[in-house]
Every structure is written in C-alpha cells, then in structure tokens.
C-alpha cells in the first residue's frame, strides 16, 4: 500500500521562498493525483489544489490561485508545494493526499508539514 | 466562512448514537457525493466515508452516512470514547471546481 511522506517542519521569514514536498512510498503515484490542504492554527481544512503525477495537469482552487505552485516530478514520485514570497499568513499544517481522479475522494494522508513564517 | 455548514460541535455518552450534520448547495452536497474525514487532533485527517456511503478498509459499520438533495449527515452508533475526535464533511463543487469542506465539527465523547 502506498504510504505519502512529507518533507520536515520548516520555518521562514516574511518574504522568504519555500518549497515542500510529498513523496509516494511503497507504490508508484504516476497514476494518481496529489492534493494539497491546508490547515491554519486552530482551524478547519481547506483544499488548495491537485496535480496529476503522470503529466503534471494542475487544478487550483480559486482561493489559493496565484498565490502558490504545485509541482511534481513523476519520475521521483514526488509533488511539490511552493511560495515564492511567504507571509505570515501562511503559517499552517499542510497536508497532501492521493486521489484516483481530482474529483475523487483523497483515501491516503500524508502525515502533514508544519510551516511557519515570522519575522 | 466554509462553503458547508457542519454545526461546531456534538456529544454523546457511550453506546448512543449520534448525528452530525453537513449542508451545503445545488453545486456541491446537490451534485455529488459526500465524503466525511475524521482528525484526531495532531494527526492527519483519515477518509472515513466516501461516496455512496462506502467505508474505507478498517471503518468500522458503526459510521454510516447519508444524503438527501443538499444535506448530509454522518451518524455513528454505538459511540466509543475513541471517537472523540473532529469530523469534517468534503464535496467537490461544480462552480468553483474545487474541492470544498465543512468548517468541522467536534464530537465530545461524555
């Protein structure tokens, strides 16, 4: 069974760039889409967007468009979450989960990335 | 404010049987399926149930779900002090297509 493993906590400060990821164990992901959720101190879950390992097709939700990359490089089994420009806002649990297809239900979690970002 | 309404809060005593609520719209709870997380604080969410009220390998029939044009619920029976935990509904959403969740709600075992 495929296990997701994220990257470790980071922190950063305002203004910095960052790039985390999520690497498929124990089963190929080329196949599988990979979403990425938020979750802000203290608050609930919020997608922000998915991608196909296989060729890299990206949906986003509107509320995080522009504001952040996701990326993957199927050959490392791996997606990718980046800021370019980090605010303190974005301090939060990021999560990734697998999906069968971007509108399928997301059945394997990764164990979540803590990121925060203070000056 | 999330785009599906789950009340902040539920409880129950042990053996009962408890109903948490999702409600949602035409481009969402009204299209699609509904699928519920449970997130013990400090962990990972974990799928619980998912579409046609399909439980995931190793949830047990305890939890069930329904859905009625806008609104679901998710019910356990038989409640357990380990179900202690936050529950989250999710349904992708034909307008914004994207992926949308309920604020979560938590359940206190008493």
């Known amino acids: 069974d495929v296990q997701l493993v994220q990257s470790g906590a980071e922190v950063r400060k305002p203004g910095e760039s960052l790039k985390i990821s999520c690497r498929g164990s124990g089963s190929s992901l080329t196949n599988s889409w990979i979403g990425w959720v938020r979750q802000m101190p203290g608050k609930g879950l919020e997608w922000m967007g998915i991608?196909?390992?296989?060729?890299?097709?990206?949906r986003y939700s509107p509320s995080f468009q522009g504001q952040l990359t996701i990326s993957a490089d199927k050959s490392m089994n791996t997606a990718y979450l980046q800021w370019n420009s980090l605010k303190t806002s974005d301090t939060a649990i990021y999560y990734c989960?697998?999906?069968?297809?971007?509108?399928?239900?997301?059945?394997?979690w990764g164990q979540g990335t803590t990121v925060t970002v203070s000056s | 404010q999330s785009v599906l309404t789950q009340p902040p809060s539920a409880s129950g005593t042990p053996g009962q049987r408890v109903s948490i609520s999702c409600s949602g719209s035409?481009?969402?709870?009204?299209?699609?399926?509904v699928n519920w997380y449970q997130q013990v604080p400090g962990t990972a969410p974990k799928l619980l149930l998912y579409?046609?009220?399909q439980r995931p390998s190793g949830i047990p029939d305890r939890f069930s779900g329904s859905k009625s044009g806008t609104s679901a619920s998710l019910a356990i029976s038989g409640l357990q002090s380990e179900d202690e935990s936050y529950y989250y509904c999710?349904?992708?959403?034909?307008?914004?297509?994207?992926?949308?969740f309920g604020g979560g709600t938590k359940l206190t075992v008493l």
């Open positions: 991608i196909f390992l296989s060729d890299s097709d990206t």
């Open positions: 989960a697998r999906a069968a297809y971007y509108y399928y239900h997301m059945d394997v």
């Open positions: 999710a349904a992708w959403d034909d307008s914004l297509n994207s992926w949308v």
């Open positions: 579409g046609k009220n």
């Open positions: 035409s481009s969402n709870l009204g299209s699609n399926a």
